[in-house]
């Protein structure tokens, strides 16, 4: 059961895709839970930028999806060409519309502390 797990192709890219996605609303909500990260508003009334601008949280968002897009798209292409299983690029394709889901939910609800 696990080599088949294993051989699952871009399980591993996707683990690493959901954890780079995840973080930032976990770090998010333990922010807000202890009160380390103020309303948007409050916030754009003294500042223009969003309070993670150059802050190490505010790298886990949208910027990971700029490196893994790329490095999926390579894979994919790659694999296909070397394997000759077309299926691997359903796999891809799989891979890259969750990828772009989970960066588009972050720039729906993370935006803000970064920009």
């Known amino acids: 059961m696990k080599d088949r797990i294993s051989k699952i192709p871009f399980l591993k890219i996707n683990l690493i ?12 909500f333990i922010s807000k839970i202890t009160g380390n990260l103020p309303d948007p508003e409050e916030w754009f009334r003294a500042t223009n ?29 790659k694999n296909t060409i070397v394997s000759k299983k077309q299926t691997i690029l359903l796999f891809m394709l799989a891979t890259l ?6 960066a588009a939910a972050q720039a729906k609800w993370l935006f803000w502390t970064i920009d």
């Open 97 to 102: 519309t969750l990828q772009v889901l989970y």
């Open 49 to 77: 930028h969003g309070p993670w601008r150059w802050e190490f949280p505010g790298m886990f968002i949208i910027f990971p999806f700029q490196i893994l897009i790329p490095i999926t798209l390579f894979l994919g292409i």
């Open 17 to 28: 895709s959901f954890a780079v996605f995840i973080f930032p609303f976990i770090y998010y």
